[in-house]
Every structure is written in C-alpha cells, then in structure tokens.
C-alpha cells in the first residue's frame, strides 16, 4: 500500500499499520527463504555504473542483493518474490563509504557500499521528500535517522516504516554483554616478544596493562566476540584485539600467554 498523507506519522513516516504490513509479516515470517522484492522506488545505487534509476526494483536474495532496476517485478511470481510496493520512496544504501564516493576505490570488486548485484544487501529506504538527491538522501540518513522508514542489514529486517525491531539489544554495554569468563581458556597474562607489554586478563572482565615496566599503565573492562576482543579503558577510551591461535594482537603488538 502506497503511504497517504493521512497514513503517516508526525514525522512523515508511513506507519506500521498501513505501509506494507502484509509484506512485513511475510518477510518474518519466511522459512523458505523466499527472496524480497522492493519495487517502483527511486534507487540510489552509489554505484558509477548503475547510477540513479527510477521505479527500479532492488531484488533481495537471502543476504545478497540480486538484481537492481527496472521491470525486476515481471518475474515476481515466478521467483514467489515477497513483493513490497516502495511507491514514492528512495532507496539508499545504508553503508556510507566515502572513500568510494571520492573516487579511491575504483576496482568494482571493493565497491562494497553500493546497490549493486552481489553485493550484501545492507540498504535504507526514505519518503522521496527526504531524498530529493543523492547527497539530501545520505545526509538523512547520517544526520536525521529517526527519517529513515527502512533499514535492512545482510537482508534482515531491523527497522520498518519508522519503527525499530531489533529492541533487544542492551543500550548500557551497547550490545556488549558481561558475562562469567572463568573457563575461559584466554585469561591470563599476555606478554609479547620484547617483554614491553604484560596485558593480563582476569574472570571479572577486566584488564590490567603494564607498559615498559610501567604497572597499570591502561586498566579497564573487556569482552570477547568469537576471536575479537574489545576494551574499554577507565580513561575512556575503546581499542580493539584479535586473537589468532595462540597470539593475541593489539595495538600494533603480537602477545604470547605465559
């Protein structure tokens, strides 16, 4: 259903309720994996090729995007494509890569933040009075994101006609969660080649760094997502480290447990 003035939110958005609910609740509930049709949009692919193309057709495979332009849909019924009507909307991606918009990523294969076939399907859908260009269209969505109707990442639904849907996440860690790291086989005292950084891990979480003979130079809370460590120091700050077999990386230092 194409959203009317009287069908929308303060905010201009289309409501659930009216705008594409029917699809909405296909698109969840979708065992098959049927692919996702958004059809007769004004799409902003960012990609130098493909340019600009009006009511196009953004073709969803999965986590994928499959195809991108007009006349998609007369192969809707065939693929038993989930069609939603994007009539009067503007689809953007929702990575922004401003590397790629000023020209330093010319090889297609890095072009990963770009409406285009085979890339994943990470995009942004807004009321075409929100997109009027491509630079109104990214200002919107980097700027003023409660104006975003759509966001899709890897094909998953996370916001739909203004509403959020992924309210599960935990607003104080930011999604980080704390957890019992007693068994955790990486505890312990991290050292690395030169005997300048000892970077201990404990089963509360926290991290103890001494630097040059330094003791408690950074000192702060951690947390591991598969190989990936994040810190985030009591001074503030965050950084990063990964774990590669039996080193750690951080900060430009290879560690080795001891």
Do not use: C
Not at 121 to 127: F, S, V
């Amino acid at each position: 259903m194409t959203p009317t003035p009287d069908s929308q939110a303060s905010t201009g958005q289309p409501t659930t309720a009216t705008w594409n609910a029917e699809a909405l609740a296909e698109i969840l509930d979708n065992p098959e994996g049927r692919p996702v049709l958004f059809t007769n949009a004004t799409v902003r692919t960012l990609d130098a090729i493909i340019g600009d193309v009006t009511g196009a057709d953004v073709l969803l495979g999965g986590s994928v995007v499959v195809g991108v332009g007009p006349g998609i849909i007369t192969a809707a019924g065939d693929d038993a494509a989930i069609v939603v009507d994007s009539t009067g909307m503007t689809i953007v991606p929702a990575v922004v890569d401003l590397l790629a918009l000023g020209g330093h990523r010319t090889a297609r294969g890095a072009q990963v933040a770009t409406l285009k076939p085979g890339n994943r399907a990470d995009l942004a859908i807004l009321d075409d009075r929100f997109a009027p260009s491509t630079a109104a269209a990214l200002e919107t969505l980097v700027l003023r994101p409660s104006e975003v109707s759509v966001l899709v990442a890897e094909g998953q639904v996370l916001r739909w006609a203004g509403r959020d849907l992924d309210a599960a996440s935990d607003e104080q860690d930011g999604g980080l969660e704390t957890r019992d790291l007693s068994d955790d086989p990486r505890l312990g005292v991290w050292i690395d080649e030169s005997d300048f950084l000892h970077h201990e891990l404990t089963a509360d979480g926290r991290y103890d760094e001494t630097r040059g003979g330094r003791p408690h130079a950074f000192q702060g809370r951690f947390w591991v997502d598969g190989d990936r460590i994040d810190y985030l120091d009591d001074l503030g700050f965050w950084a990063f480290g990964e774990f590669r077999g039996d080193e750690l990386h951080h900060a430009g230092y290879v560690m080795r447990r001891r």
